[in-house]
């Protein structure tokens, strides 16, 4: 089983719709989580952490599941723009601090 | 800018021939990672700088890569004797502590293309 696994998709939704993904994780020593988006062809950006609690930002929701081992992302109201590939990046304690990533969802967002 | 730097934005190399990529961190970041993506992969992982430790190489793909930093400043990574294979986006990402509880932040990558 791979560290970290995302359903590559792509995810082909309409504006204003309601979309998720999740990212499972496979060391249940994992501590830190987030969620990174990329456009083509650019670097990836900082979306959100995700607490232990869940968190929100705008239409954009995080929330972690240790039971479970996976981490999901919910956006609300897609917009054109939310359009890009979405990371999870898991964070585990051990002899080097290396974030893993997980290889990307695909959305799409169309008219 | 108070964001990663990296530089040279593109490189258009032939092949064999060496080159060097530069990254400026944000200030008092000490972690520094870099990372390869090519086109339409994820990205892949190379090297870990923390301080003033021993560097994390277990991602360097060959002989043929190095990288250095000194202290919490500049890292460069140097490919000798390029191959087609190389050809990708090179970013580098830093963040504030070790520890992992920190988000990474990246530059803007550089783009390496070998003919």
């Known amino acids: 089983r791979k560290e970290v696994e995302q359903d590559p998709g792509p995810f082909n939704v309409p504006e204003g719709a309601t979309v998720a993904f999740n990212c499972t994780y496979s060391n249940s020593a994992s501590q830190s989580f987030f969620w990174y988006r990329q456009d083509c062809r650019k670097e990836p950006k900082l979306l959100m952490s995700v607490y232990s609690s869940g968190n929100e930002d705008g239409r954009f929701t995080a929330q972690l599941n240790r039971a479970s081992q996976y981490i999901s992302l919910l956006i609300r109201d897609s917009k054109l723009s939310d359009s890009a590939t979405y990371l999870c990046v898991v964070n585990t304690p051990g002899g080097s601090y290396i974030p893993t990533f997980g290889r990307g969802t695909s959305l799409i967002v169309h008219p | 800018g108070a964001g990663v730097s990296q530089s040279p934005s593109n490189k258009v190399t032939e092949k064999g021939k060496d080159v060097e990529l530069r990254c400026d961190p944000i200030s008092g970041h000490t972690a520094l990672y870099w990372y390869r993506q090519r086109l339409g992969q994820g990205l892949e992982f190379l090297i870990y700088?923390?301080?003033?430790?021993?560097?994390?190489k277990s991602g360097l793909p060959s002989d043929r890569f190095s990288a250095e930093r000194t202290g919490e400043s500049v890292s460069t990574l140097t490919i000798q004797r390029t191959q087609q294979e190389d050809s990708a986006v090179y970013l580098c990402?830093?963040?504030?502590?070790?520890?992992?509880?920190?988000?990474?932040?990246f530059g803007d990558g550089t783009r390496l293309s070998i003919l």
């Open positions: 700088f923390q301080g003033n430790s021993a560097p994390d």
């Open positions: 990402a830093s963040s504030l502590v070790d520890g992992g509880l920190e988000p990474q932040h």
